[in-house]
């Protein structure tokens, strides 16, 4: 048995069969040392639904009507890719993209006064925000046409990013400059995001393994997919990598979370070595 | 469909341009047991297990695999491992050889007394086999004049195992050849043998051999072998620190509570615990496992930090858990100190671990601190708060919690969830200012449904009235933790509990879909109310619009005919006749429940019902079925039902019925190891070795 959490465990047998209606759904893949997140993020779905234990709920899934099944997988996508974020994560990263490849790209095109960026699993909107704001701080690109795109698989964390309020944990990284400037506090005493800002971001729901999907995002300078990789077993990663490879311009920059490389997936991009981090860039 | 034999050997001649003609020639032919052509279809095989594409190649291993005449097969599969030029026929041949197991061992061990030039690939097929029969045969090539052959004898030695095999390569640890001495070595630990220090410690300051002499050191249950094993820790090899730490924990394992305490106190000395988190976070599971053991052993506060983060880590969770609570009052306080700087899911856990602590979780320090902790804005963190309260609070809890509850209710939370829990269990402790606490409230507003299944959780029969009376509540909400918690008061007496059985009766007809299946659970948990209206409510029921109530009626039904109790008794054989209609549904819902009951009931007239379900296409049903046959006596007919259900192409019914057939005894023993030398998914694999364990008496059967 899997560890359990509450009285609701979870046997191998059955976590694998979960695991392959999620993985055939959408493509999210959970090694069998995640088991026990797949077991706590779901367990309070058998409550939710009057159900038992865990086998009764995969019966559940693959009985139910059409209708429940597809509401059922959206619940549980939207519960097992949640996690923790907030703006300005992994500052050294964030520094790169702002002093090292803003200024690149500015360079770079003269003319075509357009900057493209792309957050790729963003989540509850954080990081797409974030990208907006480090791009306004810059002051350079003003007479610009800036575009930042957050995308995600889960409904309700888009829900949450298209509103743009936030609670204090959501700034424990941000300068309080950043805060004044960006935000405004609400009266419930919670921050949301200036209009100014939230107007170069779009959201919108996408499964990154979807390619026609992913199609709609247009051509981008610059992709941040950070710890989104993990999700994917290796042929998933190779799709979301190619596709991903397809929307960068050239010369267009890929930013991976840390702990996440492209070694064995794919030697389309080069690995550069900037003064505050490593990126990978698209010859 | 099939070919004969000629015509198929003339297909493949004439495909040679062709691979999926080749392999289909060679998937397709048949040909009669004992035919004359027979040595001749044998030699086809062979000739096509040296093909030059893979598929064609794995096409003939899988006929030879299978071969109705098991040591003709061996025998020329045997002949083929002398081919010098074609490795992908040799290397096929063996494959070939592997899966034919035990009847391949006697042509082996001829062929390996004429002391053939290729006796080393004879010898590592013998090893790859792993039958101990092969023992006397490898025994002497311990001594054999190719030093080669010697170290394959000896690697082959330790995977086959056995007594005879743990005492030929014991004998050899001290003849002064490393290699054979390695491979001796290797596979005593993989027999798990014990050695005694004083044959090992001549070895350990031969480098090659350190890290294979520590492992082994660990399994004596010597004490002397300690100062050895801590140096070991701190070597410059990284497979010889991997090595010492697995030595440690196992020496731990084996020795009495003085030994242990030595253990202890030599690792408080250790310079640096450095290698040991560098294992927990680089290791194999069996290494990181075992260093976290360790580093619960070592006392250390800094050990505290990287065991936290490795609570992260689903398979070292247990491990880290124990090694925390292990390091005792300087981990606690620095597990609160780094409790705020953790993700969610981390503060969770440190929070939930926290009354493993024993006493001194109680102190009003960290009473104050969980309080705090349920308005963390991390759900998880707060239930994990919340949780660790329900063990180990005090009264100064009961406020906080509610507070907590009030907070979160409303939505699906689980900090709600696990502050009703909580108080729940406080209940048990604190009855009187609970219900104070609830009744002053009042059973309405969003935390109501919480409230009711705190009253439920104290387990009071005073409290049937106040919960019966929230059956009727305008919330469904409410009504559904009523039902739950009328399910949860035992020791009624007959008149409440006669009571408390229409009250759910009644609300197996509420509009509410979710208070129907709670009825129906609670009913289940209640045999004393059972009675024929029950059982005929309970059979609408299980044909109700939603699946969830259908699912708990079945469920009830079950758990009647199941029940024990003297009031039960009427209604028993009512309930087995709806479950017999209910197992013979196409619907999993409703007849799984239903077959699972049937099995457990043993009536012998069912056997047939459970058989016919085997052939049903939901792999629900049959995996149920195969669990009823798993928990009923052993008859032929069921028996060669499971055999069936064994190569079913989906692995979850392969699983269920392999554990089935465990439960059957020893007569089940032979079709699960013909299985196993063929089975390829894992998760059967596993299932298949602890049902040949159950099966033979070495672990217990679940029925």
């Not at chain 1, 610059?222 to 994917?232: D, E, P, S």
């Not at chain 2, 397709?28 to 004992?34: A, G, Q, V």
């Not at chain 2, 009847?103 to 002391?115: G, K, S, V």
């Not at chain 2, 029921?541 to 259908?550: G, P, Q, T």
């Amino acid at each position: 048995m899997i560890s359990p959490s509450g009285d609701r465990p979870l046997s191998r047998d059955t976590f694998r069969l979960l695991r392959d209606v999620i993985y055939e759904h959408c493509g999210i893949f959970f090694a069998d040392e995640n088991a026990y997140i797949l077991q706590r993020r779901l367990a309070p779905r058998i409550d939710a639904l009057s159900l038992t234990d865990f086998p009764d709920y995969y019966r559940f899934l693959r009985s139910a009507s059409p209708e429940q099944r597809r509401s059922e997988l959206e619940e549980i996508v939207d519960r097992v890719t949640t996690n923790e974020t907030y703006f300005f994560r992994e500052q050294y990263q964030l520094e790169a993209f702002r002093s090292e490849i803003l200024p690149e790209v500015y360079a770079r095109k003269p003319r075509g006064k357009r900057l493209s960026v792309w957050s790729a699993g963003c989540s509850s909107g954080e990081e797409a925000y974030t990208v907006a704001m480090l791009i306004m701080d810059t002051g350079m690109f003003g007479d610009w046409e800036v575009r930042v795109f957050g995308s995600d698989i889960s409904r309700k964390v888009l829900q949450i990013a298209r509103k743009g309020v936030y609670s204090r944990a959501s700034f424990r990284a941000t300068e309080p400059r950043l805060q004044r400037r960006f935000f405004r506090e609400t009266p419930d005493g919670k921050h949301q995001v200036r209009d100014e800002v939230r107007q170069l971001v779009s959201f919108g729901q996408i499964n990154l393994i979807d390619e026609p999907m992913a199609m709609l995002v247009g051509e981008v300078d610059v992709i941040l997919c950070r710890n989104v990789l993990i999700y994917f077993d290796l042929t998933s990663r190779k799709r979301v990598i190619d596709t991903l490879h397809r929307k960068l311009v050239r010369g267009g920059y890929l930013l991976l979370g840390h702990s996440e490389s492209l070694i064995n997936l794919t030697t389309a991009f080069e690995l550069v070595h900037l003064k505050n981090d490593m990126v990978y860039r698209k010859p | 469909m099939g070919l004969g034999f000629l015509a198929a050997r003339s297909a493949f001649i004439g495909a040679a341009s062709d691979e999926e003609a080749r392999r289909g020639a060679v998937a397709r032919f048949e040909i009669e047991p004992h035919s004359d052509l027979e040595q001749e279809a044998l030699a086809f095989l062979v000739e096509a297990m040296g093909d030059e594409s893979w598929r064609v190649r794995k096409e003939a291993v899988a006929r030879l695999s299978v071969w109705h005449d098991h040591p003709s097969a061996a025998r020329v599969l045997t002949s083929a491992l002398a081919e010098p030029d074609n490795v992908g026929r040799r290397n096929a041949a063996i494959e070939a050889l592997v899966a034919l197991g035990y009847d391949a061992i006697a042509p082996l061990t001829d062929a390996l007394t004429a002391r053939p030039e290729h006796r080393k690939v004879l010898v590592d097929t013998l090893g790859l086999i792993g039958d101990p029969a092969a023992g006397p045969a490898l025994v002497p090539l311990l001594d054999d004049s190719d030093p080669n052959v010697r170290v394959a004898a000896a690697e082959s030695l330790g995977a086959i195992g056995g007594g005879e095999a743990q005492a030929a390569l014991r004998g050899v640890l001290a003849r002064g050849e490393l290699l054979l001495t390695l491979a001796a070595l290797d596979g005593l630990n993989k027999l798990g043998a014990r050695l005694n220090a004083a044959e090992l410690a001549p070895l350990v300051d031969q480098p090659t051999l350190r890290a294979a002499v520590l492992e082994a050191l660990g399994r004596t249950g010597d004490r002397s072998a300690l100062p050895r094993l801590v140096k070991g820790i701190t070597d410059g090899a990284r497979g010889v620190r991997e090595s010492a730490i697995v030595a440690v924990a196992e020496l731990h394992s084996r020795i009495d509570a003085a030994g242990q305490k030595e253990v202890i106190a030599q690792l408080q000395h250790l310079s640096a615990i450095q290698p040991l988190v560098q294992a927990l976070i680089e290791g194999t599971l069996g290494v990181q496992r075992a260093a976290a053991r360790v580093l619960g052993l070592t006392r250390r506060a800094e050990a505290v930090r990287p065991l936290t983060l490795a609570l992260g880590d689903g398979e070292l969770r247990d491990d880290a858990l124990a090694a925390l609570v292990s390091i005792g009052g300087s981990g606690l306080e620095t597990l609160v100190a780094l409790a705020p700087d953790l993700e969610g899911r981390l503060r969770a856990d440190v929070y939930a671990l926290l009354p493993r602590f024993g006493p001194a979780a109680s102190e009003s320090r960290i009473q104050g601190l969980l309080a705090e902790a349920l308005e963390d804005e991390d759900v998880d963190a707060a239930a994990g708060a919340a949780q660790a309260l329900g063990e180990v609070g005090t009264r100064e809890a009961l406020a906080p919690l509610l507070r907590a509850l009030e907070r979160a209710a409303g939505e699906e939370n689980p900090a709600a969830q696990a502050a009703a829990q909580a108080l729940g269990q406080l209940g048990l402790r604190h009855y009187d200012e609970v219900r104070i606490l609830i009744t002053s409230r009042g059973l309405s507003g969003p935390e109501a449904p919480h409230l009711v299944r705190v009253l439920g959780a104290c387990g009071r029969e005073g409290d049937a009235p106040l919960l019966r009376g929230a059956l009727g509540a305008d919330a469904s909400a409410v009504r559904r933790a009523a039902a739950e918690a009328l399910a949860q008061l035992g020791g009624t007496s007959s008149t409440m509990a006669a009571e408390i059985g229409d009250a759910l009766l009644f609300a197996l007809a509420d509009e509410a879909p979710e208070v129907r299946a709670a009825a129906a659970r609670a009913l289940a948990g209640h045999p004393r109310n059972a009675s024929a209206t029950a059982v005929d409510a309970l059979e609408r029921a299980a044909h109700d619009l939603e699946m969830a109530v259908r699912a708990a009626a079945a469920r009830a039904l079950g758990a009647l005919a199941l029940a024990n109790d003297d009031a039960a008794a009427a209604v028993r054989p009512r309930a087995a006749a709806v479950l017999r209609r209910l197992a013979e549904s196409n619907e999993a819902v409703a007849a799984v429940p239903a077959l699972e009951a049937l099995g457990r009931l043993g009536d012998l007239h069912d056997e047939r019902l459970l058989i016919a379900a085997l052939d049903k296409e939901d792999a629900e049903i049959v995996k149920a079925a195969a669990r009823g046959l798993g928990a009923r006596r052993d008859t032929g007919r069921s028996r060669e039902a499971l055999e069936r259900a064994l190569t079913d192409r989906r692995w979850d019914v392969r699983r269920a019925a392999a554990l089935a057939l465990g439960e059957h005894g020893p007569s089940a023993h032979p079709l699960l190891y013909a299985r196993r030398t063929v089975e390829q998914d894992p998760l059967v694999v596993e299932a298949l070795e602890e049902a040949m364990a159950v099966a033979m008496g070495k672990r217990p059967r679940a029925r």
